[in-house]
Every structure is written in C-alpha cells, then in structure tokens.
C-alpha cells in the first residue's frame, strides 16, 4: 500500500495512522497534485503560420490532500489536530512511500485549505474532514536515497566499487569512467566531493544526443593532503571542507552539467594524487510524478 508522510525538523505525522492502527490521520481518496506538473510554455510568433516552440519553464506544484482524523474522543481529536496545525505551521517536507520502501519527497508549504463546516465537516466530537493545498516550489519528487560511485582511495578500505572502472595512466594521475544509473525520469545533478591531495579536477559529462562535444566541468585550484572540494551542480555551490568558498579556481564558463535518466558513462580525472586520493559523485533521483 502507498503511504504518504509529513515531516519537519521535530515531527512526523503518518498519513496513513486510521489504517494502521485505528485512529489519527488518514489521507484519502481524491488526492491531486501527484501528476504531470504545470509548465510556462514560451512560443516565436511570426509573420507565417503557426509559432516556433522556444522553449519551457517548470511551474510549481500545487498538492490537494483530501484528509479524514478520527480520535477516540474530543480531547484526542483535539490534540491530533493541534499536531497537524504544528506541522502545517511552516515550510515542511511531504514523502510518498511506495509499496517497494522508495521514499520520494517534495518540500511545501500550506497555502490553503484546512477549513470545516460544522454538521459536515465535522460534528465536534471525534471525526474530522478538510482538504488542505500544498505548494512544492520545485515540481520533482526527489528521491531519499542518495546514489554515490567513487574514484580512487586506498583499495584496502574497500572504497572502490565494482560499477566502476579505474584508469590509471600515470603515478600522480587519477582517470576513471564512472557509471551513472539514473532512475528517476528527470536530470539529477551530482555532487562532486574531491578529496586531497590533488590539483586540477575535471567530471567530463557523457555525451548526449545532438552534442558533438561533451559537457565539463572543470576546477583548476589545489587540494591538500586532507582537504575536500564539493562542487553542487544544482546550485553552483563550490566550497571546501570548513565552507570557505573556491569557485575562483573554476575554469571559464563552467558547465555544471545533470545526469540524464537512465544509464551513461562519465569521466572524472585528478592530478598530482596519492593513494588516500578520492573522486566522490553522488546524486538523487527525481521523477516527475509518483503515483
């Protein structure tokens, strides 16, 4: 059975806790929001016939959760409610937990609902019925389980994995092709951790349909023996391990480049390396819709 969840830094409230265990929560039938999301679609008018497709904007999603609380009496009913109200107060985080354990999640924040009318909403003893709307500002579910593969380290700690192929080509050089498994239906962006000592890092993107050359990313600073680089493709974010920031050394016109859905190859390369040297590429899977 699909279970949703409500979580925030202090609670969590299952939607699910009527058929569970009897009272509680319930999200019902009629729920929206979990589908294709709304899109800004931007068109070339021209003097001819009809109009040139120029491209999209992701709008955000709005989330309508029908919810049915039952409590053994007044005073329970009274105090899960005041629970929701809390939850619902600020920006919280809502997960749909399909039958097989994946855990996919939106960020939102109430914007609506909630309201009752006496007599049909609720008779003010022990039951309880609303529809509240959730707004995500992204549109994707993003998967909790992170993907991570991992170039380099010292072999006896177990840190390479068996996915991924090592290409030596010098003592002080570090190359290898990382296999990417993306299985999500939309692009996710990795987050690179470069681990020290080493200098001039570079994640060379698989090649897409219609590209002759490939995307990349490259980092021309210097890592000491201990030191971590983290480059976030999806916010731009590059730092060290104590957040000092280090997108000076980037190279010109970075690409900070997504994982396309499906399998592919990348290319990760170190210089200067020793054998504690290490390439980290972890990324979470995000679907459209989760049904």
Known sequence: MIKLELRNALAVINLNEQYEVGTGIQAVAGATGFGLPQR?????????????YQGRRILSRDINLPLD???????????????LALMLAGPCTLTHID????RWSADVVLVGGGDFAYGEGSTGERDWQTTITLRA???YF???DVTSKSIGGDTTTGSFLSSMVSLPVASSQAIGSIDLENVGDADAYPVWEIHGPGHDFEAIAPLRDGQKTPE??????????????IID?????VVDQAGANRYADLAPAPRFWSIAPGRSVATAS???VSPTSKIVCSWRPRKWMVI
């Not at 990349?216 to 680089?229: F, K, Q, Y």
């Open 40 to 52: 800004s679609l931007q068109w070339l008018e021209g003097a001819g016939d009809g109009s040139i």
């Open 69 to 83: 609380v039952v409590g053994r009496d007044r005073v329970h009913l009274k105090k899960i409610l005041s629970r």
């Open 99 to 102: 039958e097989d354990g994946s």
């Open 137 to 139: 500002p992204s549109s």
């Open 142 to 144: 993003t998967s909790e």
């Open 216 to 229: 990349s990313i490259r980092w021309e600073g210097t890592l000491a023996d201990g030191e971590v680089l």
């Open 233 to 237: 493709t999806r916010t731009g974010l």
């Open 270 to 272: 170190l210089i200067g």
